[in-house]
C-alpha cells in the first residue's frame, strides 16, 4: 500500500559528485568543430535551463551514460531532468545535480512537482535553496509502505502517465473544438507560407467602420446594485476578462448578438462570439445581415485596435459617434471589393501559429 511521508531529499536522491562546469567566456575557446553538440544548461526557467546546445572540448562533458539527473538550480530554484550528456555553466556549484539508480523520466517529473510545491512556499530570492540547505529540505513523496523508506517508483510512473493521457485527451478535445484531427494539422503547410507572402504584395484599400456595419450602438447602462444574478453575460470597459463584468438577468438588458464586435471607452475591440449584453461604456458594431464570418470579424478588431491604439483614454472616451471617424485597411481584390477568401486563408494561418506556439509550451 503506497504511504505518502516527508522525507529529507537527501535521503531519497544522490548528490552526483564531480560535475564539471564550464564558463561561458571559454566556450569559444573550447569549441570542437564539427563535434557532436548537447545542451548547455544555465540557471533559467525556460526551455528545460537550456542556454544553446554546444560542442566543446570532452573534459567539460557530464552524464555521457545517459542517466537521468534533475539539476535544482539555488538562485532561481528552476529544476531541469537531463537525459542527455550535457554541459553545464559555471556557477560555483549553484546549481546541484541529483540522481538514483531507479529515476527514470517519469519518476523525475513526479519529484519535480514535488520539490516545486516545497519552492513555491518556502523558498524566494531571499531564500535560496543552497546545497546544505537542499539536502535538509523535506518533500512529500510516495512510499512502498509503512514501514519501508524506499520510494514507490511504480507509483510515480503510473501516476504521470495517468496525468500524460488526461492532458493528451484534453488537447485532442481542445484541437478538435478548433477544427484540427492532430497536432500535426497545426503545421504550416507550402500552401500557407504562399499566403504569407501574398500578404506582403497584395493591395489593400482604406473602409469606414460605418460602411462596413449597419449597426452602430451605445450598451445600455445598468448598475451593479439593479443587476439580477442570471446567464447572460454583460460587459464593460476594460481588459481583464475582455471587459466582463457579470452574468445578469435583468429583462431590461438589450442582448446584443453573437458574431459581433465591441469596443469600449479605452478604443479596446474585441470579438464576441456570443450573445451578450453592455453598458455605456462600451459600443456594439455588428451587420444586421450577418454577412461576415468569425475570421473576418477577428481581422477587422486587429485592425481597428491597431487604428485606435494609445487615442482613448478616461479623458478622451470612445463613443459610437467616433466610430464613423475610423477607417481601417483590408485587401482587396479590386477596388471596393473585399477579399475576404484571402482573409479567412490568411486567419486560419496566424490561428495554426497560435496553437502551435501553444502545444509546443504544453
Not at 510516495?142 to 502517465?161: A, G, I, Q, R, T
Not at 455588428?286 to 461576415?292: A, G, L, P, T
Not at 475570421?295 to 482613448?312: C, P
Amino acid at each position: 500500500m503506497t504511504i505518502f511521508k516527508e522525507k529529507k531529499l537527501s535521503d531519497v536522491l544522490n548528490w552526483i559528485p564531480n560535475i564539471k562546469r564550464i564558463k561561458p567566456i571559454d566556450i569559444k575557446r573550447y569549441t570542437v568543430e564539427q563535434g557532436e553538440k548537447y545542451p548547455f544548461y544555465g540557471q533559467q526557467l525556460i526551455n528545460n535551463g537550456v542556454v544553446d546546445y554546444i560542442s566543446v572540448d570532452e573534459r567539460f562533458l557530464n552524464n555521457k551514460e545517459k542517466n537521468v539527473y534533475l539539476l535544482i538550480a539555488s538562485n532561481n530554484h528552476s529544476i531541469s531532468i537531463v537525459t542527455t550528456p550535457f554541459y553545464i555553466k559555471e556557477d560555483h556549484a549553484a546549481t546541484s545535480t541529483l540522481g538514483h539508480p531507479r529515476v527514470t523520466v517519469k519518476s523525475a517529473l513526479y519529484i519535480k512537482g514535488s520539490i516545486q510545491k516545497v519552492f513555491d512556499t518556502s523558498f524566494d530570492y531571499n531564500a535560496k535553496a543552497l546545497q546544505g540547505i537542499l539536502q535538509n529540505t523535506k518533500v512529500t513523496l510516495p512510499c512502498s509502505d509503512e514501514d519501508s523508506n524506499e520510494l514507490d517508483w511504480k507509483y510515480m510512473e503510473l501516476y504521470v502517465d495517468e496525468l500524460k493521457n488526461k492532458n493528451i485527451k484534453q488537447i485532442k478535445k481542445f484541437l478538435s473544438d478548433k477544427g484540427y484531427e492532430g497536432v500535426e494539422n497545426t503545421n504550416l503547410k507550402e500552401e500557407d507560407y504562399a499566403i504569407l507572402e501574398k500578404n506582403k504584395k497584395i493591395q489593400f484599400q482604406s473602409f469606414g467602420l460605418g460602411d462596413l456595419f449597419d449597426t452602430i450602438k451605445r450598451g445600455k447602462r445598468i448598475k451593479s446594485l439593479d443587476r439580477i444574478e442570471g446567464e447572460l453575460p454583460f460587459f464593460t470597459a476594460g481588459v481583464e476578462g475582455m471587459g466582463f463584468s457579470d452574468y445578469i438577468g435583468n429583462e431590461e438588458a438589450e442582448v446584443f448578438p453573437q458574431n459581433s464586435l465591441t469596443i469600449d471607452m479605452f478604443g479596446n475591440t474585441y470579438y464576441r462570439g456570443y450573445k451578450y449584453g453592455a453598458d455605456d461604456h462600451v459600443t456594439i458594431l455588428y451587420h444586421s445581415n450577418n454577412i461576415y464570418s468569425k475570421r473576418v470579424l477577428q481581422y477587422m478588431q486587429t485592425q481597428i485596435n491597431h487604428t485606435l491604439h494609445n487615442k482613448f483614454s478616461y479623458s478622451r472616451n470612445f463613443y459610437p459617434s467616433d466610430a464613423y471617424d475610423v477607417e481601417i485597411k483590408l485587401p482587396i481584390i479590386k477596388k471596393d471589393v473585399i477579399d475576404f477568401v484571402f482573409i479567412e486563408n490568411y486567419m486560419i494561418i496566424i490561428e495554426k501559429k497560435i496553437l502551435n506556439t501553444l502545444l509546443n509550451k504544453i
